[in-house]
């Protein structure tokens, strides 16, 4: 009785929290000239299932039976874990087959753009701030800006460091000659946030302190 199988090994790679990984198969083959008894399959790590066989089972040569592993992480981080599979195979009695996966949180995407002044009259700066709708993952995550008035400048990008949330940046305002709108836009992927900025003029004005001296 010989017993086969068909990996040593299952990786399921990064899986967002409480969504099921795609399962994947382990197959049990009965390669020997005797039939092969399977007495137990054992399963360890959290996170982890197995569905498809029922133990103790008996494979004739040529007969195989498959098992799937599935990886629903229920917090973030790396998990591992291993499979166990005893029989009473003339070689590899006990096949230890490892298993591991990341739990990752739902990924990030861009939520709001807001500043601190939505009206500006002659020149200035405003400081604005991109909002994600969760932590950046390791890298970052990088923002596109725009703005549509060449009064206004802002940065090409700006970058939500790994771990943070949202990121600043100035919006650097010149002098108008009358009064202006206009519209900044940040974009990530599919996802455009917009905030409105009203421009107005200076208006120049002297006080003088007195009408009449005597």
């Known amino acids: 009785p010989t017993l086969t199988v068909s990996a040593s090994s299952v990786a399921f790679g990064n899986v967002v929290v409480n969504t099921a990984a795609t399962p994947q198969s382990v197959t049990l083959s009965s390669t020997g000239t005797a039939p092969v008894t399977i ?11 197995m ?4 133990f103790p089972a008996t494979l004739n040569p040529g007969q195989a039976a498959t098992l799937s592993v599935q990886f629903d992480p229920a917090v973030t981080g790396t998990a591992t874990g291993q499979l166990t599979i005893s029989s009473n195979s ?9 298993l591991s996966g990341t739990g990752t949180s739902v990924p990030a995407a861009l939520s709001a753009l807001s500043c601190t002044s939505a009206s500006m009259t002659g020149s200035g700066t405003d400081a604005c701030t991109v909002t994600l709708s969760s932590a950046a993952a390791t890298g970052g995550f990088v923002v596109s800006l725009a703005s549509s008035n060449a009064a206004v400048e802002v ?24 009064a202006q709108a206009t519209n900044l836009t940040a974009t990530a992927g ?3 946030e917009s905030f409105a900025l009203q421009l107005n003029a ?3 004005t002297l006080t003088v302190s007195a009408t009449s001296v005597a």
């Open 39 to 49: 007495n137990s399959g054992t399963l360890t790590g959290t996170g982890f299932t």
């Open 51 to 54: 569905s498809g066989a029922t």
């Open 90 to 98: 003339s070689s590899n009695s006990t096949a230890l087959i490892s």
């Open 155 to 178: 940065p090409a990008t700006v970058t939500v460091p790994a771990g943070a949330a949202s990121a600043g940046f100035t919006a650097t305002v010149s002098s108008v000659g009358t």
């Open 190 to 192: 599919s996802v455009v």
């Open 202 to 204: 200076a208006v120049p």
